[in-house]
């Protein structure tokens, strides 16, 4: 369990990783325009939009990633079956033992079903 709540953060990093570097580029681009036109000011402002909704979304991963931890931690570990009696796997043998040196009656199929 934990190793999967390991490898969905990082998955969840490396993705959050990618669009960061990304709208880094984009925004490096925007800044690098020599003048300011509405379009530019427009994407400039979707992008600052995108990466508060990012933010957001990294921020919520995180905190279910950590209550899922959390969940992890707190259930205890079911306790290991107790050693079984040898008396009872002797009882067993016993039994077995009586059923050979019992009368074979009723094991064999009637002519018909046969």
Known sequence: MELALAIL???????????????????AELRAAPTETPAAAADLQAL????DTLRGDLDQSVAELNELKAAANAVPAPPLPRGRRSASLEDLRQQLRA???????????PESEA
């Open 9 to 27: 953060a990082i998955v969840i990093a490396v993705v959050a990783l990618v669009l960061v570097l990304q709208l880094r580029g984009a925004l």
């Open 48 to 51: 600052r939009s995108r990466v």
């Open 99 to 109: 059923s050979h040196l019992e009368p074979d009656t009723g094991d064999e199929l």
